[in-house]
Nanobody
């Protein structure tokens, strides 16, 4: 089964950058759907970005709140996913989780479409 391990969180000042990584193992089949979600205590889990890869190419999707500031990518062997976060804001503070999509579900930013989750990594942005 798929296992996910995140790394790269930390504390930064507003305007600075961070890059998160998610190593995925145990994938079978020719397509992958991976995503980043985030959750602040007391708030609902929010989809940040997703990336779908198959034999025909890749497609990405971003939440409006991060579009233009964050970039999701995946390495050429599809084992590690990244989230490059630029121009960070205090409201980006949250625990960030990577997630693997369920087979047969669309690769959109709906938490129920994802069946495997990493342990989470804290991102803190101070003003």
């Amino acid at each position: 089964h798929v296992q996910l391990v995140e790394s790269g969180g930390g504390s930064v000042q507003a305007g600075e950058s961070l890059r998160l990584s998610c190593h995925a193992s145990g994938y079978t089949g020719s397509s992958t759907c991976l995503a980043w979600f985030r959750q602040d205590p007391g708030k609902e889990r929010e989809g940040v970005a997703s990336i779908f890869t198959n034999a025909y190419g890749r497609s990405t999707l971003y939440a409006d709140t991060v579009n233009g500031r964050f970039t999701i990518s995946q390495d050429s062997v599809n084992t590690t996913m990244y989230l490059q976060m630029n121009s960070l804001k205090p409201e980006d503070t949250a625990i960030y989780y990577c997630a693997a999509g369920r087979r047969g579900f669309s690769c959109t930013l709906v938490a129920d479409n994802f069946g495997t989750w990493g342990q989470g990594t804290q991102v803190t942005v101070s003003s």
